[in-house]
């Protein structure tokens, strides 16, 4: 029985996608939930898996086109792994007299012809000998222009760092000028127009505060320990601290809360607050929801989770939607000070960033402390300087004090 495959059903705000990675070629057999393609869209990567047990049968879309929600991208041949496997058996001849071309899938073949490649130079992994397109992958990766030994296929594990992220480095021998063009990714190119969108629309402005972070540092110290043992292995960290803290500041202030549709502003009587994470594809935001409601370790868990989905390319579209103010850690890389940008339609965004001790005077004396600069961009057009400075400052006070958040004074 044939059966379709569909692209999945995008939300509104995804127009729609490109097929990023077919992990099945024509006529391989599948099981029942097996990861057949990856699509990638403006936000996230979606993937496509096998209804049932069977064979993919043909593949509609290529690696690099675009598909819209619910188009069919592919036909899957339920139940016939068994069928499939008798031709494949007797293949191997037929395909040596094929010669290298037909053992070239076509993602390979792109990624061959745009570099100029000779594709009898690329050692096979894939079925019967075929080139893959991770196989092209780590060719250009060792360098190209190295010969590449002709050898048995290489083993799994060398090809998966290949699937993670494409390779752009460069081998380039000693006195030459070497150049690559590569094309952005669609996250990349979305991350990219937004990040302008927002400079070009927004009449954004930075303030900066420094934070005394010894208290947060002690209370940690003394209960980092029973914390993770009392709430199942959750590690407690400072971004928790941040998001309680900004919270509180974001009730104080609901300007800071709010965001712009056209000429109206609009406020929101609740704070969902999204956590810049780092990916080898860009930077994602996935959005803590009513974090008013949230505890320590709620917020601890919920980073967690999304750094690891993040990492594994599993954060899902609904993790990313919606947002009323973002905390950006540049610090993690050892930023000093920086200027976030705003992540419309929101109003402000808040930059944190390294600690580092620094002499501060203390009631006349010169203390040693552990501080953090702070950074909030916001939009002028919703925000006055009063407002944001006011609400930077609360996050500072909050902070060193943290008893403060649990008084909530």
Sequence with gaps: MSIEIKAPTFPESVADGTIATWHKQPGEACSADELIVDIETDKVVLEVVAPEDGVLSEVLKGEGDTV????????FTAGAAGSAAAPAAAAPAAEADAGDADKVGPAARKLIEENNLDASK????????????EDVQNFLKAGAAAPAPVAAPAPAPAAAPAAAAPAVALNVPAGERVEKRVPMTRLRATIARRLVEAQQ??????TYNEVNMKPVMEMRKQYKDLFEKVHG??????????????????????????????????????????VAVST????????LRDTDSMSLADVEATIADFGKRGRDGKLGMEDMQGGTFTITNGGVFGSLMSTPILNPPQTAILG??????????????????????LAL????????GKDAVQFLVAIKDLLEDPARMLLEV
């Design 377 to 384: 961009s916001y939009d002028h057009r919703m925000i006055d």
């Design 352 to 373: 944190m960033h390294k600690i580092q001790d620094r002499p501060m005077a203390v009631n006349g004396q010169v203390e040693i402390l552990p501080m953090m600069y």
């Design 280 to 287: 080898e594809r860009g930077l994602m935001v996935p959005v």
């Design 68 to 75: 819209l929600s619910d188009e069919v991208i592919a036909v």
């Design 233 to 274: 292995g959750t590690r407690l960290g400072f971004m928790s601290f941040f998001v309680k803290a900004a919270t509180e500041a974001l009730k104080r202030f609901p300007a800071v809360n709010a965001s712009i549709d056209g000429n109206d502003m609009v406020y929101h009587g609740y704070q969902d607050i999204g």
């Design 122 to 133: 690329i050692p096979g992994t894939g079925k019967n000998g075929g080139i893959t397109k």
């Design 201 to 206: 629309n927004a009449a954004m402005l930075t």
